[in-house]
């Protein structure tokens, strides 16, 4: 259903930029994530390359693709025999992960003070939409385990998931000329599915990760 709502939401603004007189902007952007998650924080890098759909001077749809360098982050875990008579009773370990994300998102996008284009002021604008993140993880244990006689909290090796968001954000950008412009953005992907892994030890209401962005945004 909620992949339904979103395709229905790509159509509608799809429909109205298609009956108003669209202006279009190129953004390409370099940033820096933050994973907020307990038990799953970490830094990383990434790009987002980003198309804007200016149907007036406040109103912009957005569409933009994001992806992301691996963040590294441990846990201390333990895993406990499945039988009493299996020795030892449990095992302490430390499993490392590696973690990136890519994602994909929709929304509109409304300027507060300015518009897309003037180039004599600076901007402010927030936005509202939704994404699909598609990730990717990598679990190494620190001591070797058999998964027959033990219970282990998260598996190792490599898996990809995905999770619905909801994303939000706010920025400012000032003109450099020629109907180009300079921006920062803060952005927030908030998970709004919760599809379970067993190679995440983490799974309820992640990942939860904030983005700083610096960027050009071109206007043609």
């Known amino acids: 259903m909620k992949k339904t709502g979103i395709i229905l939401l790509a159509g509608m603004l799809l429909s109205a930029c298609l009956q108003a007189q669209v202006r279009f902007s190129l953004c ?3 940033g820096l994530q933050r994973s907020f998650k307990k038990d799953q924080r970490f830094w990383a890098g990434g790009h987002t390359l980003q198309g804007n759909f200016h149907f007036s001077k406040s109103n912009t749809v957005y569409a933009w693709i994001s992806y992301y360098s691996e963040g590294k982050f ?25 973690m990136r994300f890519k994602q994909i998102s929709i929304g509109w996008k409304k300027y507060f003070r300015g518009d897309f284009e003037t180039e004599s002021k600076l901007h402010l604008y927030g936005y509202a939409g939704f994404g699909i993140i598609l990730g990717r993880v990598i679990n190494t244990y620190s001591v070797s385990l058999d998964s027959v006689q033990y219970n282990i909290p998260v598996k190792s090796g490599k898996a990809n998931f995905s999770r619905l968001t909801a994303d939000f954000g706010m920025g400012t950008e000032w003109s450099i000329g020629s109907e180009i412009f300079l921006y920062s953005e803060i952005r927030a992907w908030v ?8 190679y995440l030890f983490v ?4 990942p939860l990760v904030g983005m700083l962005n610096f960027g050009l945004r071109i206007l043609f």
């Open 203 to 206: 799974n309820q209401d992640a």
């Open 74 to 98: 441990s846990n201390q875990l333990t895993a406990t025999a499945k039988l009493n008579t299996t020795v030892p009773a449990q095992i302490n370990f430390t499993n490392s992960a590696l």
């Open 28 to 30: 390409n952007d370099l």
């Open 191 to 198: 998970p709004t599915s919760s599809y379970p892994s067993k």
